[in-house]
């Protein structure tokens, strides 16, 4: 086969890629030629999950318009939001310095082995809403549509959460605009970025996802200079860990009143990490994912490290716990961040970093909408959801899946009546839970998927991206949330402290799920996956084309060399 300088851009077909790399081990299905002679990359992985190639032109399919630079930005800060810019100072008041940075640490760890089992996973077979598909494949169809249905509805939630923080947040310059003003200004943003092509969204991730790492990154080095005595007040060093103390009392008194604030960092932590893993419920839209989704995946460690463990140390130093404003203050104000500017006497930085707080907010709830969207789209693939939940746009958006998850942000104006503040707290409650839920999720169906590998004798040792530690880790950090998610409301079952409302909120997600569970599995009469039983390959075909033609970037210079490194 040859061609001229003219057709470099032009994909080969089937038949092409299979005489240049000397052939496949499966030979091409009736549907994959027919795609194949359509023209359209897109169309012919629809035909290949869908079974014929009439339904993939009636519905139409995702395009792989993430590009590199998004995935990786959005790999490490797309969904950084309030959490640990604002609902971080909540939890410093209520544990202390120690207990805060060990709860990040600690969630952290398990974070991290959930994301390398994803990781793997994502990798051998990216798709749309991949959670929900792999719960479907690997575990039970119940599972996956139990898993698929939570967490669209933990999604649509927390796109309010967020919203509901922005309009907070903005009331630190002007309390006399009502919030629901700024309430609808956010929400038109975000259906704006998500109703267009996949690219646009991505684009707008990767602007808010630079403006939050370069915010969050000054602030790590703010801490730093400000504790060495850059401040008018000298050096601070571990000064506050000493008095008023590390560990705070929590609930109780002495070592149970400390550990009882400890856990509750567990669970606090549990909602800043929320969405990491963004990144691979977008790979189904990711441009070469073989090779931009290991990169993502390994840089979610440098986030937590970075990002969440520094950053928790750094408000531990700089701010006491027994600061009046963590425990009083509203909004912009209640944040350590904040309050340690202003303990340092810098003028006009308190505004730019509420200003970073609105972004935060509203980059947040643009990349929640896209998640919900992007799992109710999975789930009506898997025969989980109505077809028409299938249908996307010329420029490959679900525009249904979109429409159906928006009609969740009208909630959002209750923080009108109540005050933002009093719906933040609830509703971060439920998803807190939802998150932990679904990362427990993906947990057992890498314990699964890692059966299925084993009994139908699938070669793991050429996969660009294997977990580190595999199925042990996997059953460690699925251990850890489960105690997590099981104790996640406990100070409500302690004396003088119960509250209907938060028992509720913090429980409600575990009822949901298993009534989605046991229903589905009823009604349709689904079991367990046999490991040999189990569908590894639908899907793979088009994603293995697509890896055997990819040819890497190749640098010119050391500014493309850094480039290249970085995205």
Same mark, same amino acid.
């Given at each position: 086969?040859?061609?001229?300088?003219?057709?470099?851009?032009?994909?080969?077909?089937?038949?092409?890629?299979?005489?240049?790399? &000397?052939?496949?081990?499966?030979?091409?299905?009736?549907?994959?030629?027919?795609?194949?002679?359509?023209?359209?990359?897109?169309?012919?992985?629809?035909?290949?999950?869908?079974?014929?190639?009439?339904?993939?032109?009636?519905?139409?399919?995702?395009?792989?318009?993430?590009?590199?630079?998004?995935?990786?930005?959005?790999?490490?800060?797309?969904?950084?939001?309030?959490?640990?810019?604002?609902?971080?100072?909540?939890?410093?008041?209520?544990?202390?310095?120690?207990?805060?940075?060990?709860?990040?640490?600690?969630?952290?760890?398990?974070?991290?082995?959930?994301?390398?089992?994803?990781?793997?996973?994502?990798?051998?077979?990216?798709?749309?809403?991949?959670?929900?598909?792999?719960?479907?494949?690997?575990?039970?169809?119940?599972?996956?549509?139990?898993?698929?249905?939570?967490?669209?509805?933990?999604?649509?939630?927390?796109?309010?959460?967020?919203?509901?923080?922005?309009?907070?947040?903005?009331?630190?310059?002007?309390?006399?605009?009502?919030?629901?003003?700024?309430?609808?200004?956010?929400?038109?943003?975000?259906?704006?970025?998500?109703?267009?092509?996949?690219?646009?969204?991505?684009?707008?991730?990767?602007?808010?996802?630079?403006?939050?790492?370069?915010?969050?990154?000054?602030?790590?080095?703010?801490?730093?200079?400000?504790?060495?005595?850059? &401040?008018?007040?000298?050096?601070?060093?571990?000064?506050?860990?000493?008095?008023?103390?590390?560990?705070?009392?929590?609930?109780?008194?002495?070592?149970?009143?400390?550990?009882?604030?400890?856990?509750?960092?567990?669970?606090?932590?549990?909602?800043?990490?929320?969405?990491?893993?963004?990144?691979?419920?977008?790979?189904?839209?990711?441009?070469?994912?073989?090779?931009?989704?290991?990169?993502?995946?390994?840089?979610?460690?440098?986030?937590?490290?970075?990002?969440?463990?520094?950053?928790?140390?750094?408000?531990?130093?700089?701010?006491?716990?027994?600061?009046?404003?963590?425990?009083?203050?509203?909004?912009?104000?209640?944040?350590?961040?904040?309050?340690?500017?202003?303990?340092?006497?810098?003028?006009?930085?308190?505004?730019?970093?509420?200003?970073?707080?609105?972004?935060?907010?509203?980059?947040?709830?643009?990349?929640?909408?896209?998640? &919900?969207?992007?799992?109710?789209?999975?789930?009506?693939?898997?025969?989980?959801?109505?077809?028409?939940?299938?249908?996307?746009?010329?420029?490959?958006?679900?525009?249904?899946?979109?429409?159906?998850?928006?009609?969740?942000?009208?909630?959002?104006?209750?923080?009108?009546?109540?005050?933002?503040?009093?719906?933040?707290?609830?509703?971060?409650?439920?998803?807190?839970?939802?998150?932990?839920?679904?990362?427990?999720?993906?947990?057992?169906?890498?314990?699964?998927?890692?059966?299925?590998?084993?009994?139908?004798?699938?070669?793991?040792?050429?996969?660009?991206?294997?977990?580190?530690?595999?199925?042990?880790?996997?059953?460690?950090?699925?251990?850890?949330?489960?105690?997590?998610?099981?104790?996640?409301?406990?100070?409500?079952?302690?004396?003088?402290?119960?509250?209907?409302?938060?028992?509720?909120?913090?429980?409600?997600?575990?009822?949901?799920?298993?009534?989605?569970?046991?229903?589905?599995?009823?009604?349709?009469?689904?079991?367990?996956?046999?490991?040999?039983?189990?569908?590894?390959?639908? &899907?793979?075909?088009?994603?293995?084309?697509?890896?055997?033609?990819?040819?890497?970037?190749?640098?010119?210079?050391?500014?493309?060399?850094?480039?290249?490194?970085?995205?």
């Amino acid at each position: 086969m040859s061609s001229s300088s003219g057709d470099r851009d032009v994909k080969p077909s089937y038949y092409e890629m299979n005489e240049v790399k &000397g052939g496949f081990q499966d030979q091409p299905t009736q549907v994959e030629v027919d795609a194949d002679r359509k023209g359209s990359v897109e169309i012919a992985e629809a035909a290949e999950i869908y079974g014929d190639i009439q339904t993939a032109e009636e519905y139409g399919y995702v395009h792989r318009g993430l590009k590199s630079r998004h995935i990786q930005f959005i790999a490490l800060g797309g969904t950084i939001g309030t959490g640990l810019f604002l609902g971080i100072g909540k939890h410093l008041a209520q544990s202390g310095p120690l207990s805060l940075w060990l709860g990040y640490i600690i969630t952290g760890t398990a974070i991290w082995a959930m994301m390398q089992c994803l990781g793997e996973m994502c990798t051998y077979l990216p798709l749309p809403g991949a959670i929900a598909q792999y719960a479907t494949r690997y575990v039970d169809p119940a599972a996956g549509f139990a898993i698929g249905w939570n967490s669209w509805y933990i999604w649509g939630i927390t796109q309010c959460v967020e919203i509901s923080a922005a309009a907070e947040l903005i009331g630190y310059w002007n309390d006399t605009i009502t919030p629901a003003a700024w309430i609808t200004l956010i929400i038109v943003l975000v259906l704006g970025l998500n109703i267009f092509a996949v690219s646009i969204y991505g684009e707008a991730e990767f602007v808010f996802a630079s403006i939050k790492i370069i915010t969050i990154t000054g602030l790590i080095i703010f801490a730093f200079l400000i504790d060495v005595g850059a &401040g008018p007040g000298g050096p601070i060093g571990f000064r506050y860990w000493h008095h008023p103390g590390a560990m705070a009392e929590y609930i109780g008194t002495g070592a149970t009143g400390r550990f009882a604030g400890l856990f509750a960092t567990f669970v606090g932590a549990a909602f800043s990490y929320g969405g990491v893993e963004t990144v691979t419920v977008a790979a189904g839209e990711a441009a070469h994912p073989r090779r931009n989704i290991p990169r993502a995946v390994r840089r979610v460690f440098w986030r937590i490290l970075f990002f969440y463990v520094l950053g928790s140390l750094g408000v531990g130093v700089l701010v006491p716990y027994t600061q009046p404003e963590l425990h009083k203050a509203k909004g912009a104000n209640a944040s350590p961040w904040v309050i340690a500017i202003q303990n340092a006497g810098v003028r006009g930085l308190p505004s730019v970093i509420n200003a970073v707080l609105v972004t935060s907010a509203s980059s947040a709830a643009n990349a929640d909408l896209y998640n &919900g969207s992007r799992y109710l789209f999975a789930l009506a693939q898997s025969g989980q959801a109505p077809k028409i939940f299938l249908k996307c746009t010329k420029s490959g958006i679900p525009i249904y899946a979109i429409g159906l998850t928006a009609l969740f942000l009208p909630l959002t104006y209750m923080s009108v009546a109540t005050g933002p503040g009093v719906v933040f707290n609830y509703l971060a409650n439920i998803t807190t839970l939802g998150n932990i839920i679904t990362w427990a999720q993906v947990l057992v169906s890498y314990i699964q998927f890692r059966k299925g590998v084993a009994a139908q004798g699938v070669d793991r040792s050429g996969w660009s991206f294997r977990a580190t530690g595999g199925t042990v880790v996997a059953w460690i950090a699925l251990a850890y949330f489960t105690i997590i998610m099981l104790g996640n409301g406990f100070s409500g079952f302690t004396k003088g402290n119960w509250s209907t409302g938060d028992f509720v909120c913090n429980y409600i997600g575990i009822p949901i799920y298993l009534a989605c569970y046991f229903g589905w599995k009823f009604v349709k009469g689904t079991h367990w996956v046999k490991p040999s039983e189990m569908d590894l390959h639908t &899907g793979l075909a088009a994603i293995e084309r697509e890896a055997a033609t990819y040819v890497p970037p190749v640098a010119r210079n050391w500014v493309e060399k850094v480039w290249n490194m970085l995205c």
